[in-house]
């Protein structure tokens, strides 16, 4: 099956100020600062990206992050022949529930801004485990068609999945997010700087082979 952009059940870019009720806004930006919200909602899928000021408040004020940016830190998915042929990233954890919650306080907005638009799950409001910091670096670096509610050959209960990007596209070659919709077609896209993606952890998804460069990306499951 081809591979091809779906026209979404609604796409816009809208302007808000920072004194308005948005999802991601920086409140100490000012108010005559705008930024730009991109989004694609579908009944399979939510991907938006809220402005690089969100993604970079994270990243420059969580020093969990900081301190396991180091490759050496990290550890590698594919360690096996057998797992290789599924998954092959290096990965790091990061505990939502530790103060100040500089992670998992956005992802957690993001996530209930696009359950109330789509889905209206009941949610019982807590992570499904710690948010996962993932790296692809090395060429070949993937994840194969998979589901999240699937684990250790178990059915979990996780409901809805984030992925947010912490890299520009200009950073990488391949690496393309994948997802198959309920209509059997896929949706692709290849991540810029702050977008993020929620859908049902059921869907099944994966990362192409990277070509070259640093593909970097946080991953939640939440319940």
Same mark, same amino acid.
């Given at each position: 099956?081809?591979?091809?952009?779906?026209?979404?059940? %609604?796409?816009?870019?809208?302007?808000?100020?920072?004194?308005?009720?948005?999802?991601? %806004?920086?409140? *100490?930006?000012?108010?005559?600062?705008?930024?730009?919200?991109?989004?694609?909602?579908?009944?399979?899928?939510?991907?938006?990206?809220?402005?690089?000021?969100?993604?970079?408040?994270?990243?420059?004020?969580?020093?969990?992050?900081?301190?396991?940016?180091?490759?050496?830190?990290?550890?590698?998915?594919?360690?096996?022949?057998?797992?290789?042929?599924?998954?092959?990233?290096?990965? *790091?954890?990061? !505990?939502?529930?530790?103060?100040?919650?500089?992670?998992?306080?956005?992802?957690?907005?993001?996530?209930?801004?696009?359950?109330?638009?789509?889905?209206?799950?009941?949610?019982?409001?807590?992570? !499904?485990?710690?948010?996962?910091?993932?790296?692809?670096?090395?060429?070949?670096?993937?994840?194969?068609?998979?589901?999240?509610?699937?684990? !250790?050959?178990?059915? *979990?209960?996780?409901?809805?999945?984030?992925?947010?990007?912490?890299?520009?596209?200009?950073?990488?070659?391949?690496?393309?997010? !994948?997802?198959?919709?309920?209509?059997?077609?896929?949706?692709?896209?290849?991540?810029?700087?702050?977008?993020?993606?929620?859908?049902?952890?059921?869907?099944?998804?994966?990362?192409?082979?990277?070509?070259?460069?640093?593909?970097?990306?946080?991953?939640?499951?939440?319940?």
């Amino acid at each position: 099956m081809g591979i091809r952009q779906l026209a979404p059940l %609604a796409q816009e870019t809208e302007q808000f100020s920072s004194k308005e009720s948005v999802v991601g %806004a920086n409140p *100490t930006r000012g108010v005559k600062f705008l930024y730009k919200m991109k989004r694609v909602i579908t009944e399979d899928f939510y991907f938006g990206n809220f402005g690089d000021d969100e993604v970079t408040f994270i990243l420059e004020n969580d020093a969990e992050i900081e301190s396991k940016k180091k490759d050496s830190q990290m550890g590698l998915t594919g360690d096996s022949d057998k797992v290789s042929t599924v998954r092959k990233s290096l990965i *790091t954890w990061i !505990d939502p529930w530790k103060p100040p919650f500089r992670v998992s306080s956005p992802l957690y907005r993001i996530i209930s801004h696009a359950n109330d638009a789509v889905w209206k799950y009941d949610l019982k409001g807590e992570w !499904d485990g710690h948010i996962q910091y993932t790296k692809y670096i090395e060429k070949g670096h993937h994840y194969s068609w998979h589901q999240d509610n699937f684990r !250790d050959g178990e059915d *979990t209960d996780r409901k809805l999945s984030i992925v947010y990007s912490l890299c520009h596209t200009k950073d990488y070659k391949g690496g393309e997010f !994948d997802l198959r919709q309920s209509n059997d077609e896929v949706w692709s896209v290849k991540f810029d700087y702050g977008d993020f993606i929620v859908f049902p952890s059921t869907i099944v998804h994966r990362v192409r082979p990277l070509r070259s460069g640093n593909r970097t990306t946080l991953v939640g499951w939440f319940r």
